[in-house]
């Protein structure tokens, strides 16, 4: 078991690269993408050179060993989540990818027009569109329960919106990538439920900093990017319940998703080849494995004690600071916090703090809604990862102050 923080960030080979002489980035933007531990990196030269070939099609042995490198991806993901079978993991590109398959495919089955969709109005644009578009396909009616000024879910009203019986599917974050906050998903799994309703959980953040336990809260779908969760880009995953993944029709048509072709019909894949349509990025799923190795490998904990106190602390601090607001305070939150500062734009401190040696994100988050809630139109976000520590979280508040100093 990899134990103290020193361990941890001996595993990721970007921690030990200097910038600008001597000094070392401190990098606060792990809610878009995290760096990446040597075995991820390794395992990607290594198959490179060792084994490429396309999976699931060729019977020689070098393409045997890829595929076999990417169902081991998969299966990593089935016990990271607990999933009853490794069919119910559909890998994708991202939660962007996953989402967009969602909408498609349940939509073309299930959603009729009148039907409602129901979010919460702390959604990622990439939570927001895809279903945007299915309404505007099919007819259905896009509706929003709202979360209160200290950034947490108002599930009573959620309940009155689900009673009136016509939503048909939820579809809400785990932890919001601006609030930070971890919603109270279980008991929105149960009220949708109730109300004869299927539930989607936006995982990115989630998968992270909670982790899901697929059975423990039984939501119908799941999805998360592999990218932020140590793995290389352009991976990702829709968990789906299988008894309903396996009523659900493809959405991408061509090779790999079909049982057989004729030149005038189809039919398909099981599940969850069906959704897996054409060549899929296999390498970079295959990274998976390693990545999540690592994830269950260091002493959990450990590490969420750990965030919790720069949590706290940050959280302390911030307030601290004359004319700056925390948006969304209440709840459980997971080490990533938004604010504003009056008198400073949000982008010249991330400049500023950049020049610095200090990486936070800064702008609308791809939650322009959410921000406009707020009376918003930008926020500076810091967000942590397992790597990061308490001395860089001391450093950023110094070089913050300063910025502040300069800036107003
Ligand atoms: C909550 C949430 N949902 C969806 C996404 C989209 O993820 P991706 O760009 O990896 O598809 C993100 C990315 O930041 C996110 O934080």
Not at 346 to 362: C, E, P
Request: aromatic letters at 8%.
């Amino acid at each position: 078991m990899i134990q103290d923080i020193d361990q941890i960030r001996s595993h990721f080979p970007y921690l030990q690269c200097a910038r600008g002489g001597d000094r070392q980035l401190i990098y606060f933007d792990n809610a878009a993408t995290t760096q990446k531990p040597r075995a991820v990196i390794d395992a990607t030269s290594r198959w490179l050179q060792e084994a490429n070939a396309n999976v699931h099609r060729a019977i020689y042995g070098l393409a045997a060993s890829a595929t076999e490198h990417y169902e081991a991806g998969r299966e990593a993901v089935r016990g990271l989540i607990n999933a009853a079978s490794k069919d119910e993991i559909v890998l994708t590109s991202g939660t962007t990818a996953s989402i967009n398959l969602l909408a498609n495919i349940y939509g073309q089955k299930y959603i009729r027009p009148g039907d409602e969709i129901l979010l919460s109005e702390g959604e990622h644009h990439s939570n927001i569109v895809p279903w945007q578009m299915l309404c505007a396909r099919t007819g259905a009616r896009l509706r929003y329960f709202p979360v209160g000024e200290d950034g947490q879910w108002d599930l009573g009203a959620a309940e009155r919106i689900l009673a009136e019986g016509k939503v048909k599917i939820v579809s809400a974050a785990h932890i919001s990538n601006v609030l930070g906050i971890v919603n109270p998903v279980g008991e929105l799994t149960v009220l949708a439920h109730r109300y004869g309703a299927v539930i989607h959980l936006d995982g990115a953040q989630g998968i992270v900093h909670e982790g899901i336990d697929v059975q423990e809260t039984p939501c119908d779908f799941y999805s998360f990017s592999g990218h932020k969760l140590y793995a290389l880009t352009g991976t990702g995953v829709l968990y789906g319940r299988r008894s309903l993944l396996e009523t659900l029709p493809p959405w991408m048509g061509g090779g790999e998703m079909v049982d057989t072709v004729t030149y005038e019909r189809t039919t398909y894949a099981p599940v969850p080849l069906r959704f897996e349509a054409g060549t899929p990025n296999f390498i970079a799923a295959a990274t998976l494995k390693p990545a999540i190795d690592f994830v269950t490998s260091v002493d959990v904990p450990q590490v969420r004690e750990n965030e919790k106190r720069m949590t706290d602390y940050l959280m302390r601090e911030l307030n601290a600071v004359d004319g700056l607001r925390i948006i969304g305070s209440g709840g459980k939150k997971a080490p990533l916090i938004s604010f504003t500062v009056e008198g400073a734009h949000h982008s010249d401190i991330a400049t500023l703090l950049d020049k610095m040696g200090v990486a936070v994100r800064s702008g609308q988050m791809c939650s322009e809604p959410l921000l406009a809630k707020f009376g918003l139109t930008g926020a500076v976000r810091v967000s942590l990862a397992a790597y990061n520590t308490m001395q860089e979280c001391e450093a950023f508040m110094g070089a913050l102050r300063k910025v502040l100093a300069m800036l107003r």
